[in-house]
């Protein structure tokens, strides 16, 4: 018996606990099974297609499981295209193992990953481009991956390629005439028009590529580094921000000398977050591999939350780093409660704080660090992460920050996966080889025909396994 006549079913609901949760059966006998599994068989028999039913289902002993709804589906109007029943049962994790295993027990067969997706390609319910959608809605990281995924779900990714199509079919006959007529002068123009018509549509497919190979990065989650000289407050925000101790805080400089990352969710974006060694000069080399980490993290991350303190002055390694990576930066003047009476004196009393001179608002360094933020035009909040001053201004500076490196992401509209990027690349090689060649007719619709043939790739008809296997596997069961 081959894979698509094999009756299937899986749990289609995420498994625990629920008011109902749902089980999918599909394949040329699941009529027939799920009627050996209730009582109502003459009832099920007679109901007409897409017709919801009230059913009991008995188990091997004769018990009754649970009483459920269930709509039955005739081929091939049903999801998958073959004969189907959807039941609908009590939500919990021991009713619908035992349906489950009471329908594995006569004959039906636990479903694969995307099976029922699977199926509904081959039997031509669905396309390939909508299946990979689908695995793209599943995997989407950001609220941007999802409306990217919802696009190519909804049919605009198909429209592109199938102008891009058209573009390259017509391309085709203006050479074909070229070949034809030759140098005539009407032909002279179109000439001119072709070449222009194929150099525009490189363009664009080049920065499709672009923008795809960028937003790979994202991918993982959006990558934030909280850097800074040594003993600046950056684990205490690390784990203010995480919501929990996960960093050593210590008054010791070189406290961290690994780098420390957890990835979270921040306002429903992925973030990673890593809370690195403090920039400094040291002798010891387990910390100097830390600051030489920091230092490559830095350079990598989408993002620096660079911490410095307010009471300390800015040496000029540190204002380097902070102006070369001025355009990724929000500067962190940390720990105002120990220079400020004024903003201590908002719930701390200033005797708490050593440092204070007590005597005014202004301290050297503070201001020395408010004046460089101003003159080089940098994103900076002032505030003290251990005593929470200013806490509501430091979440909403990360905050607006975060949301800009994502609101810079520009998501590419036809590639959603390696295998469009594949093809894609595959296309812009030969319409590259057509233009190079392009005085030479032949040969230029030669290559422009390949390039046609890729395009088909796209939404054709694939029968190769492998890819529908890298396709489903990102699938859940009972997708
Ligand atoms: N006075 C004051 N101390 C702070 C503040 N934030 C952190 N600290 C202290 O500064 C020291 C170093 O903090 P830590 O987070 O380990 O800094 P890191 O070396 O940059 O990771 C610890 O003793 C913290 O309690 C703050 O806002 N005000
Ligand atoms: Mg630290």
Same mark, same amino acid.
């Given at each position: 018996?081959?894979?698509?006549?094999?009756?299937?079913?899986?749990?289609?609901?995420?498994?625990?606990?629920?008011?109902?949760?749902?089980?999918?059966?599909?394949?040329?006998?699941?009529?027939?099974?799920?009627?050996?599994?209730?009582?109502?068989?003459?009832?099920?028999?007679?109901?007409?297609?897409?017709?919801?039913?009230?059913?009991?289902?008995?188990?091997?002993?004769?018990?009754?499981?649970?009483?459920?709804?269930?709509?039955?589906?005739?081929?091939?109007?049903?999801?998958?295209?073959?004969?189907?029943?959807?039941?609908?049962?009590?939500?919990?994790?021991?009713?619908?193992?035992?349906?489950?295993?009471?329908?594995?027990?006569?004959?039906?067969?636990?479903?694969?990953?995307?099976?029922?997706?699977?199926?509904?390609?081959?039997?031509?319910?669905?396309?390939?481009?909508?299946?990979?959608?689908?695995?793209?809605?599943?995997?989407?990281?950001?609220?941007?991956?999802?409306?990217?995924?919802?696009?190519?779900?909804?049919?605009?990714?198909?429209?592109?390629?199938?102008?891009?199509?058209?573009?390259?079919?017509?391309? =085709?006959?203006?050479? %074909?005439?070229?070949?034809? /007529?030759? @140098?005539?002068?009407? +032909? $002279?123009? #179109?000439?001119?028009?072709?070449?222009?018509?194929?150099?525009?549509?490189?363009?664009?497919?080049?920065?499709? =590529?672009?923008?795809? %190979?960028?937003?790979?990065? /994202?991918? @993982?989650?959006?990558? +934030? $580094?909280? #850097?800074?000289?040594?003993?600046?407050?950056?684990?205490?925000?690390?784990?203010?921000?995480?919501?929990?101790?996960?960093?050593?805080?210590?008054?010791?400089?070189?406290?961290?000398?690994?780098?420390?990352?957890?990835?979270?969710?921040?306002?429903?974006?992925?973030?990673?977050?890593?809370?690195?060694?403090?920039?400094?000069?040291?002798?010891?080399?387990?910390?100097?591999?830390?600051?030489?980490?920091?230092?490559?993290?830095?350079?990598?991350?989408?993002?620096?939350?660079?911490?410095?303190?307010?009471?300390?002055?800015?040496?000029?390694?540190?204002?380097?780093?902070?102006?070369?990576?001025?355009?990724?930066?929000?500067?962190?003047?940390?720990?105002?409660?120990?220079?400020?009476?004024?903003?201590?004196?908002?719930?701390?009393?200033?005797?708490?704080?050593?440092?204070?001179?007590?005597?005014?608002?202004?301290?050297?360094?503070?201001?020395?660090?408010?004046?460089?933020?101003?003159?080089?035009?940098?994103?900076?909040?002032?505030?003290?992460?251990?005593?929470?001053?200013?806490?509501?201004?430091?979440?909403?500076?990360?905050?607006?920050?975060?949301?800009?490196?994502?609101?810079?992401?520009?998501?590419?509209?036809?590639?959603?996966?390696?295998?469009?990027?594949?093809?894609?690349?595959?296309?812009?090689?030969?319409?590259?080889?057509?233009?190079?060649?392009?005085?030479?007719?032949?040969?230029?619709?030669?290559?422009?025909?390949?390039?046609?043939?890729?395009?088909?790739?796209?939404?054709?008809?694939?029968?190769?396994?492998?890819?529908?296997?890298?396709?489903?596997?990102?699938?859940?069961?009972?997708?």
């Amino acid at each position: 018996m081959n894979m698509s006549t094999q009756t299937i079913a899986a749990l289609s609901t995420p498994p625990g606990r629920g008011a109902l949760a749902g089980i999918r059966v599909t394949g040329g006998n699941s009529h027939t099974l799920f009627s050996l599994v209730i009582n109502e068989k003459e009832k099920f028999n007679k109901e007409a297609c897409r017709k919801i039913g009230i059913y009991t289902i008995i188990g091997d002993d004769g018990n009754i499981i649970d009483e459920v709804t269930a709509i039955k589906y005739d081929a091939p109007r049903s999801f998958t295209g073959e004969h189907m029943v959807e039941i609908f049962c009590h939500g919990s994790p021991i009713i619908t193992g035992r349906i489950l295993d009471r329908l594995f027990n006569i004959g039906v067969h636990p479903a694969a990953r995307g099976e029922f997706s699977r199926r509904a390609l081959l039997n031509g319910k669905m396309d390939l481009l909508k299946a990979e959608s689908i695995a793209g809605l599943i995997d989407s990281q950001t609220e941007k991956h999802l409306q990217s995924a919802s696009m190519g779900y909804q049919g605009n990714q198909r429209s592109r390629i199938e102008n891009y199509k058209r573009k390259i079919i017509g391309l =085709l006959s203006d050479l %074909e005439s070229r070949i034809e /007529f030759g @140098e005539e002068d009407d +032909v $002279a123009q #179109a000439q001119l028009n072709t070449k222009n018509d194929l150099e525009q549509m490189t363009a664009e497919l080049s920065e499709e =590529l672009i923008r795809s %190979e960028r937003v790979k990065t /994202f991918d @993982e989650g959006i990558f +934030v $580094a909280l #850097a800074g000289p040594a003993n600046a407050g950056k684990s205490s925000l690390f784990n203010e921000i995480l919501g929990f101790d996960r960093s050593i805080i210590h008054d010791k400089p070189g406290t961290t000398r690994d780098i420390v990352s957890e990835r979270i969710s921040f306002e429903s974006i992925t973030i990673k977050l890593f809370d690195c060694a403090g920039i400094r000069e040291t002798n010891d080399c387990i910390e100097r591999k830390g600051i030489e980490r920091s230092i490559s993290a830095l350079k990598d991350a989408h993002f620096v939350l660079w911490v410095t303190s307010a009471d300390e002055s800015m040496k000029e390694d540190e204002a380097d780093q902070i102006l070369e990576y001025k355009e990724k930066i929000l500067l962190i003047i940390n720990k105002i409660d120990i220079i400020s009476p004024i903003r201590a004196a908002a719930g701390h009393p200033c005797s708490l704080y050593p440092h204070n001179t007590g005597t005014n608002d202004t301290h050297p360094h503070f201001e020395f660090k408010k004046a460089f933020c101003a003159k080089n035009d940098l994103r900076c909040v002032e505030t003290s992460i251990r005593e929470k001053i200013n806490h509501k201004e430091l979440f909403n500076a990360i905050s607006s920050a975060i949301h800009g490196v994502t609101e810079e992401i520009t998501f590419p509209e036809i590639i959603l996966n390696d295998r469009h990027r594949r093809i894609i690349t595959a296309v812009l090689n030969e319409l590259r080889h057509s233009i190079a060649e392009f005085n030479r007719e032949e040969l230029s619709a030669h290559y422009l025909r390949n390039a046609l043939n890729h395009l088909a790739e796209f939404s054709g008809h694939v029968t190769s396994d492998e890819v529908l296997d890298m396709i489903f596997e990102k699938f859940c069961i009972g997708k």
